[in-house]
């Protein structure tokens, strides 16, 4: 037996990109789904159920050409606050930051109350990002003043 053999396989690097990495292995898809990212025309690279010293398993999306607005970023936190953003240039890290939650976030969000005024009358969402006493990130909405939970995140 040859224990020389490759064990690994190297992904190419990205010309220009972003690499998003640090996503937990269960919000990798959601985190595709979210930037719409499986009707780009860019060249995407994915790994899921990655083995990670800091988080035992994780995802990774390289996209190349692909930097992301404030408002994307706030979708990844929300979905993925463990998530690191990488942005490439020419081969070269020029950037690299962990995602962090906003205070508030504005038209990402659809509010879960059907009675809420942004749900009746088509006025933008705007929901204000706090924790619960168990230091859980929940939604509360500006206007109508429900809070939700991830689980009832629906993205617009």
Do not use: W
């Not at 995407?44 to 159920?49: A, C, E, P």
């Amino acid at each position: 037996m040859d224990n020389n053999k490759r064990k690994e396989l190297k992904v190419s690097a990205i010309r220009n990109g972003t690499v998003i990495d640090h996503i937990p292995s269960d919000k990798a898809f959601q985190v595709i789904k979210i930037l719409n990212l499986e009707n780009s025309s860019n060249q995407i690279y994915f790994g899921n159920s990655l083995e990670s010293k800091k988080f035992g398993k994780k995802g990774i999306i390289k996209i190349s050409d692909k930097y992301f607005k404030d408002e994307e970023i706030n979708k990844i936190a929300l979905v993925a606050p463990s998530a690191t953003l990488i942005e490439i240039t020419d081969y070269e890290v020029t950037k690299k930051e962990n995602v962090h939650l906003p205070d508030y976030v504005e038209k990402i969000v659809k509010c879960f109350n059907p009675k809420c005024v942004t749900n009746i009358q088509g006025i933008t969402t705007k929901f204000n990002v706090v924790q619960d006493h168990k230091g859980t990130m929940k939604l509360a909405c500006h206007y109508c003043e429900k809070t939700m939970g991830k689980e009832s995140i629906e993205f617009l």
